[in-house]
């Protein structure tokens, strides 16, 4: 009984034949092609209805997400104190007590977002190159304003609604004190210190009256707590559509994790967060200012054990991991 396999090989075998055709006269070439030819159709032919048939064919549903069969012996499970938690989970943590302890609120982050909170609520231009797709990350499905949803490229995503949900605050005589710890998306090219995926934490504060002094001593009490010691800052210019002025915060290397001295760290991008972002969230800028802040927790963690490589934390692997314990 012929089967997928035996036709399969005579096609083959068809194929051997058509060389033939050169070698003949050429009165008998146009009756010796014909012939193979509808010899070929018909292995075709029998072909697809015997595929056809194996796909039809009923097979016994299984459930995939079950840990195993039914009458199978239960496997035997690791126990928990063999394990340990991921260092970038356990330096999460850590900062979000330090912040917790200044006062600040933790909101969690979206993994998947929309243009509107990414972009439009952040003062981007709408020919800003971050909404290109060489920069950002794109679902094919699309929003309700027929864009794509976005894995977010930065926790400023929340920013927007942040401050929105806690605008009331203002009214009462408060301020919006708040982090944004999560992990974000971007399309880069991977190397030792680059990752496409990885930890920020936004920073957002908002009230009747705070300045660059206010947010340059919070972000100085932050690094000092983590690191453990006194460290010297230093700020330089920056670019970032949601804030104005925008600035870069630096560090100068620790010593006590072989840090030469004089030798500063870029760590995040702040600045007082524009009016018109502000504006966006229903918050009258002639009233309230604010600033707001964010930095990735990876480098953070490789900076306070000397780590050379970022991959390392999406990797999964054991070897690196196992230092944790």
């Keep these: 009984m012929e089967n997928i396999e035996t036709l399969k090989q005579r096609l083959k075998d068809l194929n051997v034949e058509y060389r033939k055709i050169n070698q003949l006269p050429v009165s008998e070439r146009g009756q010796f092609g014909r012939q193979l030819n509808q010899k070929k159709q018909d292995l075709l032919k029998k072909l697809a209805k015997l595929e056809a048939d194996l796909l039809d064919t009923n097979v016994e549903a299984i459930d995939v997400t079950a840990p195993m ?29 330090i912040y917790q302890r200044m006062g600040f609120d933790v909101v969690e982050p979206r993994q998947l977002d929309d243009e509107y909170h990414m972009f439009d609520a952040l003062n981007f231009p709408d020919e800003h190159p971050a909404r290109d797709d060489y920069d950002t990350f794109r679902t094919v499905e699309k929003a309700a304003d027929g864009r794509g949803f976005i894995p977010p490229a930065h926790t400023s995503t929340m920013q927007h609604r942040v401050l929105k949900a806690q605008k009331a605050k203002l009214e009462r005589g408060e301020a919006i004190a708040c982090v944004v710890p999560g992990r974000v998306f971007r399309n880069e090219d991977v190397d030792a210190t680059h990752e496409h995926t990885f930890y920020q934490c936004e920073g957002v504060y908002v009230a009747e009256q705070c300045s660059l002094a206010n947010m ?110």
Aim: with cysteine; glycine share 10%; aromatic share 12%.
């Design 216 to 325: 340059l001593g919070i972000l100085r009490s932050f690094f000092e707590q983590y690191y453990g010691q006194k460290l010297n800052v230093k700020t330089q210019p920056g670019y970032f559509p949601f804030t104005e002025p925008s600035l870069e915060f630096m560090i100068e290397k620790p010593l006590s994790i072989a840090g030469e001295k004089g030798q500063f760290l870029e760590m995040l991008g702040c600045g007082m967060i524009h009016p018109n972002v502000l504006k966006m969230a229903g918050i009258d800028p002639n009233k309230y200012c604010g600033f707001a802040w964010g930095g990735g927790i990876d480098r953070l963690v490789m900076l306070k054990f000397e780590l050379d490589d970022v991959r390392n934390f999406e990797a999964g692997k054991l070897s690196f991991l196992k230092e944790f314990k």
């Design 69 to 97: 069969a039914i009458n199978a012996t239960p496997p035997q499970l690791l126990t928990s104190d063999l394990g340990s938690r991921h260092p970038l989970m356990t330096e999460l943590d850590r900062v979000v007590e």
